[in-house]
């Protein structure tokens, strides 16, 4: 039970960073460190997922 609540939340995690990271994307001034900030966000918790 706690490892399928783990992997939901991770897919939470993976959703709401990569929804900022594009909505930042769209903006005419980027700012490059948060978008950095939330694409490792993905990664790292890509790597715990898989």
Known sequence: MPSI????ALIIIIVRSA?????????????WMDI??????IIVALSFLL
């Open 19 to 31: 929804y900022n990271a594009f909505q930042l994307l769209n903006r005419n001034i980027k700012p």
């Open 5 to 8: 609540l783990t992997q939901i």
């Open 36 to 41: 950095a900030y939330y694409i490792s966000i």
